[in-house]
């Protein structure tokens, strides 16, 4: 599963389907996470409401929005440089306005109008709502900011355009927000406190996603399992609500079991899964439904008990392997992937060795790997020395990613000769002769396209695999069409 999206989506600006009667040009574009992608599709649903189509062309806007990340340096480097590029063609077209969405917006507020001459507004992401006010201000020629973060949004009653859709699988946003509080981790200050959605807007949602022919879901949050619906709040007012608020309450396993009982024929996926808050029911849920897919995303950040408690993971390595070896006993095929971090604050080679070690007893199928960029504002910002040299960051993050390449070689490896369902979802990067998609597992199967379409389920027989790819032949439908 993407769940960093892929690095030639970054940046790309979004298309949907232009309405006769809009008139003005939104070029949007999102840099980071599922999550930026899935707000910029709630973004561009509010704006064709305020008479907006989508431009792929810079050039032709009348409004550019940048949604964006702040989780490392680098992503927000990246979009000061487009800020430049967009500061250029302002000057051919002086009328064009620049607003920035998302946690970087967040995270510097007011400042980026002051460091960013050419900003006119800066959205939060609990503030999509309130676009249309904020343009109507800019039209009248003054800056406009809401960055206010919210106890309730969860934009449950925004149906969102797919943007650049392959029409088969769709991100389906069902918390905001983390309360984690993670030392190094940016996204509790820039995403607010954590909120679920309505369970039968969620149900909704899929349910209209069907109807226009898709096939997948992707059940989206910083932390999907702790999703709590008790009739709308804070996740940490929970302990407030009346009895009969609790009594009725739904939790992740339960709404997992409601998404994927009303559409019997949809596969359904979920990310992100924080280890201390997967359960076993999440787990017994996934074994008892064939159209939940089997891999779940499990970021870990380090194999040290000391980092870890550094970090304010809330479990040990022991209790980690724990899970890992529960989700193997009750679903064994199920594809485990990570997120890791290397050169955290005092990280020693002791525990950099800890984090290989663990590699080495869960043999994940892929990964996400990141040396550490210090966060300001963040509790390791403030308070720990980013006292590893980049160096050092940079050769153990190698080593992490060399170890992670050859485990999913031999996960890959391990489907050889084995016949797994796909879901076709596009051409090919490579060849326009062949389909690619995804099994269960979330692993890429690219097979010759036959007589198949996307958005059909295929039976394909794996004849052969490069480190992150299975190569394969269809042998047929599978019964889920
Ligand atoms: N709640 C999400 C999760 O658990 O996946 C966090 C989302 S964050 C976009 C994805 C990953 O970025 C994290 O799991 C972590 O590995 C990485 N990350 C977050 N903060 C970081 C930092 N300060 N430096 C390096 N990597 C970081």
């Known amino acids: 599963m993407e769940k960093v999206i892929d690095e030639k989506k970054q940046g790309s600006a979004l298309a949907m389907e232009p309405?006769?009667?809009?008139?003005?040009?939104?070029?949007?574009?999102?840099?980071?996470?599922?999550?930026?992608?899935?707000?910029?599709?709630?973004?561009?649903?509010?704006?064709?409401?305020?008479?907006?189509?989508?431009?792929?062309?810079?050039?032709?806007?009348?409004?550019?929005?940048?949604?964006?990340?702040?989780?490392?340096?680098?992503?927000?480097?990246?979009?000061?440089?487009?800020?430049?590029?967009?500061?250029?063609?302002?000057?051919?077209?002086?009328?064009?306005?620049?607003g920035v969405l998302g946690c970087m917006a967040e995270r510097l507020k007011e400042k980026f109008l002051e460091e960013e001459k050419i900003v006119d507004l800066v959205v939060g992401p609990d503030a999509y709502k309130d676009l249309p006010n904020l343009i109507e201000e800019i039209d009248e020629g003054r800056n406009a900011v809401n960055v206010i973060l919210s106890k309730e949004e969860t934009y449950g009653d925004i149906s969102p355009v797919r943007l650049q859709s392959n029409g088969v699988s769709a991100l389906v946003s069902i918390t905001r927000g983390c309360d984690n509080m993670c030392t190094f981790c940016v996204v509790p200050f820039t995403r607010g406190r954590e909120r679920s959605r309505n369970p039968q807007s969620?149900?909704?949602?899929?349910?209209?996603?069907?109807?226009?022919?898709?096939?997948?879901?992707?059940?989206?949050?910083?932390?999907?399992?702790?999703?709590?619906?008790?009739?709308?709040?804070?996740?940490?007012?929970?302990?407030?609500?009346?009895?009969?608020?609790?009594?009725?309450?739904?939790?992740?396993?339960?709404?997992?079991?409601?998404?994927?009982?009303?559409?019997?024929?949809?596969?359904?996926?979920?990310?992100?899964?924080?280890?201390?808050?997967?359960?076993?029911?999440?787990?017994?849920?996934?074994?008892?439904?064939?159209?939940?897919?089997?891999?779940?995303?499990?970021?870990?950040?380090?194999?040290?008990?000391?980092?870890?408690?550094?970090?304010n993971r809330l479990h040990t390595r022991e209790e980690y392997f724990e899970l890992i070896d529960n989700i193997k006993k009750i679903i064994p095929d199920c594809a485990i992937s990570q997120d890791m971090i290397t050169g955290f604050p005092t990280e020693t080679e002791e525990d950099h060795q800890d984090t290989l070690s663990l590699m080495e007893y869960v043999k994940y199928s892929f990964g996400f790997m990141f040396a550490y960029s210090e966060r300001p504002g963040t509790l390791a910002g403030r308070k720990f020395e980013d006292?590893?040299?980049?160096?050092?960051?940079?050769?153990?993050?190698?080593?992490?990613?060399?170890?992670?390449?050859?485990?999913?070689?031999?996960?890959?490896?391990?489907?050889?000769?084995?016949?797994?369902?796909?879901?076709?979802?596009?051409?090919?990067?490579?060849?326009?002769?062949?389909?690619?998609g995804r099994n269960s597992q979330s692993s890429t199967v690219i097979f010759p396209k036959e007589n198949y379409k996307i958005g059909d389920f295929v039976n394909v027989k794996i004849n052969d695999c490069t480190t992150a790819t299975l190569l394969g032949e269809a042998v047929g439908y599978s019964d889920n069409n």
Request: glycine letters at 4%; aromatic letters at 6%.
């Open 202 to 311: 969620i149900l909704q949602e899929v349910e209209d996603l069907a109807n226009k022919g898709y096939k997948e879901v992707t059940l989206l949050g910083q932390n999907v399992d702790s999703y709590l619906w008790y009739g709308g709040g804070l996740k940490k007012d929970f302990e407030k609500a009346t009895e009969m608020q609790k009594a009725t309450s739904v939790g992740f396993a339960q709404l997992l079991e409601m998404v994927t009982k009303s559409q019997p024929k949809m596969r359904v996926r979920f990310s992100t899964s924080n280890p201390q808050d997967m359960t076993l029911d999440v787990i017994e849920t996934m074994a008892k439904y064939k159209n939940i897919c089997n891999h779940i995303h499990l970021p870990v950040q380090s194999g040290s008990n000391r980092i870890l408690k550094k970090m």
């Open 387 to 436: 006292d590893i040299p980049e160096k050092i960051k940079k050769r153990r993050l190698q080593e992490v990613i060399d170890l992670q390449q050859i485990h999913s070689r031999h996960r890959a490896t391990q489907q050889i000769g084995k016949v797994v369902e796909v879901l076709v979802e596009r051409e090919s990067k490579k060849s326009n002769l062949h389909w690619s």
């Open 19 to 98: 309405i006769k009667e809009n008139g003005r040009k939104l070029f949007i574009e999102s840099y980071g996470c599922q999550m930026n992608f899935s707000d910029s599709e709630i973004v561009a649903s509010i704006l064709a409401k305020e008479g907006f189509n989508t431009t792929q062309t810079l050039e032709d806007a009348d409004l550019v929005l940048v949604n964006t990340c702040s989780i490392r340096d680098k992503a927000e480097l990246t979009v000061r440089k487009r800020l430049e590029k967009y500061n250029a063609v302002k000057r051919t077209n002086p009328k064009m306005k620049v």
